[in-house]
């Protein structure tokens, strides 16, 4: 009766150490996943500046001019009149074949940065400096300049500034892209890259930013329209914390 009572305890040893095992593999992040994305810029200062969002890592702002004046609570965001912006240095850029860029994600802490893997092949790493209203269920809201404003406009009064007098936007939701035809094709590819070099002649990083979208995404159907991405959580490259 011993032996037998042994051999029955280690056996449901054995299988309630295997159901803990799968139950914790269960609630791991997956190390890859899908999720739908967006664009946006609207200029405002990003949600991450704050010191109740920012967990311990805020971001930058900057004025109008796109000169960093730091984090704090004590500026007002251009979107409520005030004089904190979006950076302009964080709209995207390419180094090599990699891509680099921030966004607004409502998973995670801000500072954390994702790998972004799009249809056509092209690689963007990107990191969290806000969160937001995101759309059509994204899990990122891209900060690409010509994107669409959404809920907030600090861009137009930037664009102003710069020299551009009654620019044009687009849609509110979708930016150049929408203004020009929703659809891929190379006419609405075009398009947008006009709508770049006319509304932020005077804004160069925010040109360049604009530019990426039509020159990186838009090489087909997938990568243009909205691009459903696979991603994963990884550790910061210096090219974003840098510029954070």
């Not at 803990?20 to 994305?37: D, I, R």
């Not at 930058?60 to 960093?68: E, L, Y």
């Not at 921030?102 to 801000?110: F, L, T």
Request: hydrophobic share 30%; glycine share 12%.
């Amino acid at each position: 009766m011993k032996k037998a009572s042994g051999i029955l305890f280690l056996l449901a040893f054995a299988i309630g150490t295997a159901f803990f095992a799968c139950s914790k593999e269960e609630n791991q992040e997956p190390s890859s996943s899908t999720a739908k994305t967006t664009q946006y810029w609207d200029a405002c200062k990003p949600s991450c500046s704050w010191s109740r969002n920012a967990g311990g890592k805020p971001a930058n702002a900057c004025n109008i001019s796109g000169t960093r004046i730091g984090h704090s609570d004590n500026d007002k965001s251009a979107c409520d009149g005030g004089v904190a912006f979006a950076c302009m240095d964080q709209a995207p850029w390419k180094v090599g074949n990699i891509s680099y860029g921030y966004a607004a994600i409502n998973m995670g802490n801000c500072g954390d940065c994702y790998q972004l893997d799009f249809p056509n092949g092209e690689i963007m790493f990107v990191m969290k400096n806000n969160t937001g209203n995101l759309k059509e269920g994204a899990k990122f809201d891209l900060m690409i300049p010509g994107g669409g404003v959404g809920d907030f406009d600090a861009l137009t009064r930037q664009v102003e500034n710069s020299g551009v007098s009654n620019p044009n936007m687009g849609v509110k939701y979708g930016g150049f892209r929408g203004a020009c035809g929703w659809s891929y094709n190379q006419t609405n590819v075009n398009c947008v890259k006009q709508k770049c070099e006319e509304i932020f002649a005077n804004l160069p990083e925010l040109k360049a930013g604009c530019l990426w979208y039509a020159n990186t995404l838009g090489t087909d159907k997938a990568s243009f329209e909205n691009p459903t991405v696979k991603y994963k959580k990884v550790d910061c490259p210096k090219e974003l914390t840098d510029r954070y």
